[in-house]
T-cell receptor, first 116, second 112 residues
Framework: GAGVSQSPRYKVAKRGQDVALRCDPI?????LFWYQQALGQGPEFLTY????????KSGLPSDRFFAERPEGSVSTLKIQRTQQEDSAVYLC??????????????FGNGTRLTVT | QQPVQSPQAVILREGEDAVINCSSS?????VHWYRQKHGEAPVFLMI?????EQKGHEKISASFNEKKQQSSLYLTASQLSYSGTYFC?????????????FGSGTRLSIRP
């Protein structure tokens, strides 16, 4: 596709429900990132994939958060037993290369998750 | 690990200049700059590599001081379209790859 596509655009979940957020990166992009952005804050790193390999998941807040990219393209971020503090915009970004020194990040429009 | 941006917010009149700073406690490999408008995705502006180079994008330029571990973004003769939140991102190397860690942003408001 022309850009990074994320779905759903908005998600309302009741506390305790599981949610799955989808990211469709630009075709051929090796790197895929998930970020969490709270209102008025910068994107906070969650996890990074190089193709299908999850090389860094140090930013995942708890073991309720799980991400996968099984075929090196589409990625899913899953949050189990959602809590109110999980409410945020979840941004996905992809880039062409493994190293970001010459590789701009292309962001999707994000999924706004509201946990009630 | 998160870079520190200053100031947190700037209010300008159209045509005025601004400088946004980004500093890191870690050695910098590269610095990315992005602009995000309300409700939209961050949009790439430029990447600065080690070597203290300066880059330009329209009337927006940036510098990278490796020794001081900081980068600055310069907006000259600001236009209404420059309004938004500016984020710097620093590159953290992971073996064969790298990730970008963002600062908390600088909110820029331009008034006519």
């Amino acid at each position: 596709g022309a850009g990074v596509s994320q779905s759903p655009r908005y998600k309302v979940a009741k506390r305790g429900q599981d949610v799955a957020l989808r990211c469709d990166p630009i075709s051929g992009h090796v790197s895929l990132f998930w970020y969490q952005q709270a209102l008025g804050q910068g994107p906070e790193f969650l996890t990074y994939f190089q193709n299908e390999a999850q090389l860094d998941k140090s930013g995942l807040p708890s073991d309720r958060f799980f991400a996968e990219r099984p075929e090196g393209s589409v990625s899913t971020l899953k949050i189990q037993r959602t809590q109110q503090e999980d409410s945020a915009v979840y941004l996905c970004a992809s880039s062409l290369y493994p190293r970001q020194g010459n590789s701009p990040l292309h962001f999707g429009n994000g999924t706004r998750l509201t946990v009630t | 690990q998160q870079p520190v941006q200053s100031p947190q917010a700037v209010i300008l009149r159209e045509g005025e200049d601004a400088v946004i700073n980004c500093s890191s406690s870690k050695a910098l490999y590269s610095v990315h700059w992005y602009r995000q408008k309300h409700g939209e995705a961050p949009v790439f502006l430029m990447i600065l590599l080690k070597g203290g180079e300066q880059k330009g994008h329209e009337k927006i330029s940036a510098s990278f001081n490796e020794k001081k571990q900081q980068s600055s973004l310069y907006l000259t003769a600001s236009q209404l379209s420059y309004s938004g939140t500016y984020f710097c991102g620093t590159e953290i190397v992971l073996s064969s790859a790298s990730k970008i860690i963002f600062g908390s942003g600088t909110r820029l408001s331009i008034r006519p």
